[in-house]
């Protein structure tokens, strides 16, 4: 409030009190605070979460240009390059600083990358998969889980890329497709008929076999 003199002959006789509310003013200033307390505990969570979680994850901003803004660090060790490297670059420009490559071993568009299609169309990408080429000239191969990310009101405002190393799973699923197919040519090359038995258990005994292949 403020104080104004009353005063009666030249002398003071009293004062009077101008008092305003300002209840609005203060309850938005403690909303203000509120707030800013809410946004500094989700980035420390999404820090913690970038920092730990065993995945590559790389999230791009809203519109116009769905800038890198954020990876993990398994990202950044996957791709052989610092996190800060990464970030800035506008989705559909930054398949060349992540050596994206189509499965194919082709260059991709920048409207068929799975952020940019996440990011521009709406689009959520399952289990699609993309090789990495890396600074050392080696390659992987990644399994790509990406999605939109909407506001309250429904309108995107980024998109995030949750992505996995799949290059030894793929090499162990080749190896055995190529061993199911050595076994099928020597089964069918073989003048002698043959079985493939599978024991069955009772506890720790071996009681029968039941077949599992005769040619």
Not at 50 to 60: D, S
Not at 70 to 79: G, P
Not at 137 to 158: F, H, K, L, Y
């Amino acid at each position: 409030g403020k104080y104004v003199p009353h005063r009666v002959d030249g002398e003071v006789a009293g004062f009077f009190v101008l008092v305003e509310d300002v209840t609005a003013e203060h309850e938005a200033g403690l909303s203000a605070a509120a707030r800013a307390r809410e946004a500094e505990d989700a980035r420390a969570l999404l820090d913690t979460l970038l920092e730990h979680v065993p995945a590559g994850i790389t999230i791009v901003a809203g519109p116009p240009d769905f800038p890198v803004v954020a990876n993990s660090r398994l990202a950044a060790e996957l791709l052989q390059q610092p996190s800060w490297a990464l970030r800035g670059r506008p989705v559909g420009h930054h398949a060349r600083q992540f050596g994206l490559f189509k499965a194919d071993g082709s260059r991709p568009a920048p409207e068929q990358l799975p952020l940019y299609r996440a990011a521009h169309d709406g689009e959520r990408v399952r289990d699609e998969q993309w090789v990495i080429r890396r600074p050392d000239d080696s390659a992987i191969t990644v399994e790509v889980n990406v999605a939109p990310i909407r506001g309250a009101d429904g309108r995107i405002q980024g998109a995030i890329n949750c992505w996995r190393d799949v290059t030894e799973r793929n090499r162990m699923a080749q190896r055995v497709r190529e061993t199911e197919e050595r076994f099928r040519v020597a089964q069918e090359s073989s003048p002698l008929p043959f079985s493939i038995l599978r024991p069955v258990q009772e506890g720790p005994r071996i009681v029968d076999f039941t077949t599992v292949y005769a040619n």
